[in-house]
């Protein structure tokens, strides 16, 4: 009840529908699920651009996130089960991803759903149907299934997470679990390590 605004940012078009924005020193970008676009602003609100994918951004079901590592943004074209990078001035770099159930690739209508940046640099996606959260480098490189469904409590929901000081914080309907991330145990990770992978250790 402390907070007081300071300001508003009206957007882009009516059909308009904003689902996640990721920040770098002199901009913010927002996911748009009802254009399927990117806006970008500055920290005063003045929109910049539009970016668009070159393969068209399908969002099926509000699965859009963006996060920023180091002034390159990645974003979830979860429709086309992809992760898509881009420069801080729009320019489209790589994309990776495909679909199946094995590690290293998504499943179902709408993954991956969320992303955060691990504490090492790299990419952590979360998905929903069979959820499991899972490490990719940021060229893309499939490092290993951090969490599977049955370590995370199962359901279908996809499992919210955020990196912070070497913690995973993940979570779920009525809890929040703190695991510690040791990036220097990451070089050993394989895709066959999801049960006892020794980047996963729980604190809480």
Sequence with gaps: MGGQKIGKWEACSDNSDYCSFAASKDYIFVTDAGNKNICQYDKQGGFIRFINSPEGFIIPSYSFDIININDTLYCSNSGRHKIESYTTDGTFIASFGKTGTQAGAFVGCCNPTYLAKSSDGNILTSEKGI???????????????????????????????QVSEGNIYIASEKTISVYRFDPTLSEKSCAGCEADCPLRKNVE
């Design 131 to 161: 959820p499991r959260i899972s490490c990719y480098g940021k060229d893309g490189k499939f490092r290993t299934i951090l969490f599977d469904s049955h370590s995370l409590g199962g359901g279908t929901t996809a499992y919210e997470m």
